[in-house]
């Protein structure tokens, strides 16, 4: 595996053990967005890539949760029912616990490196189901970035003032983790199964990620650096409704990570 980074190898690890896991418990899954991407055009990490999103059916998102460590291993689990108050996601995360990782947003956690976990969840069998169903979920997810994006120079000075406002509305009032429970509630009332059109609905492209169920198919075997992951078996669909032409690089500027982090490869945030 040339040129891979040290924290795409850790997380490369991470992938090994998720599959192996979902392998053994009979879980069905899909790396997603950009590890899809990563994946078929390039047989791996998107070079200036560095993370993975996975995305299971909510039954087996649920199964998972529930039998994959919350402790004691090298590799744990969080999720929306987390009883930390500060863990603001709609999603899960699995760590490695043998590193430390401090996002830079309004309320930064101390965690590992990770995998991002998203459920698949059914949205309805036409557009006017889908545009029902989802219009609440938006509208939460919409009020829960707007508490924890971070107030940037580079935004016009009264779209920061609007976020200052708030972003200081009191927790009694406005709680991100009720946001993330309520969000996780509407996601789950249609069943992937007996859905025509589902999606990764708490996603960060929004409506964009919701699609007809015969993009993901039956999860398909393909080659990621030196182990191998379960893709959407319309691979070719699902990459085009999201990205467009996919197969085309981006410019030279734009190949870059968006993330921003504190990283410590070599000591445990539990430490």
Known sequence: MPNLTEMQNRLLDMLKYFHEFCTQNDIRYYVVGGTTLGAVRHDGFIPWDDDIDVGLPRNDYERLIELFPKNGNKYIIESVYSDDVNFCYSFSKIYDTSTTMIENTTKSLRRGIYIDIFPLDGVGNTKEEVITTYKPIGKKKDMLSLRTIKINSKRKWYKNIALWIIQHIPEKILSEKKLCLEINELC????????????????????????????????????????EVNIQENFDGYLTHLYGDWRKLPPEEKRVSHHDYELDLNHSFLS
Do not use: Q
């Open 188 to 227: 789950k009332k249609k069943s992937y199964d007996d859905c025509e059109i589902v999606g990764n609905l708490v996603g960060a492209w929004g409506r964009k990620e919701i699609m007809s169920k015969n993009m993901f198919g039956k999860p398909t075997l393909h080659k990621f650096e030196n182990i």
